[in-house]
């Protein structure tokens, strides 16, 4: 079974940037088309950014130009490198699959204020 742990958020000014890592152990992610997803209070999880096996990329209209989404199969962590944060960034973020794996990690929170 995976396990999937992120990191990295926190508080940031608008305009800032922050970088998540999602580590993952119990099995590989190599081969698995990875996302992440956000879910603000009171709204859905959802979906903002993918990167395949082979690294193609694809984006939220609402992060497109901002997020760039990455992956490193030898460390098996995937990469969510975010600028020019909003407010409306604010959430709890979380990685898994885009078919996801049977379990969720905790999130990390990212704080969009000034």
């Known amino acids: 079974q995976v396990q999937l742990v992120e990191s990295g958020g926190g508080l940031v000014q608008p305009g800032g940037s922050l970088r998540l890592s999602c580590a993952a152990s119990g099995r590989s992610l190599s081969m698995y088309y990875m996302a992440w997803y956000r879910q603000a209070p009171g709204k859905q999880r959802e979906l903002v950014a993918r990167i395949s096996s082979g690294g193609t990329t694809s984006y939220a209209d609402s992060v497109k130009g901002r997020f760039t989404i990455s992956r490193d199969n030898a460390k098996n962590t995937v990469y969510l490198q975010m600028n020019r944060l909003k407010p409306e960034d604010t959430a709890v973020y979380y990685c898994?699959?885009?078919?996801?794996?049977?379990?969720w990690g905790q999130g990390t929170q990212v704080t969009v204020s000034s």
């Open positions: 898994n699959g885009v078919v996801p794996f049977g379990s």
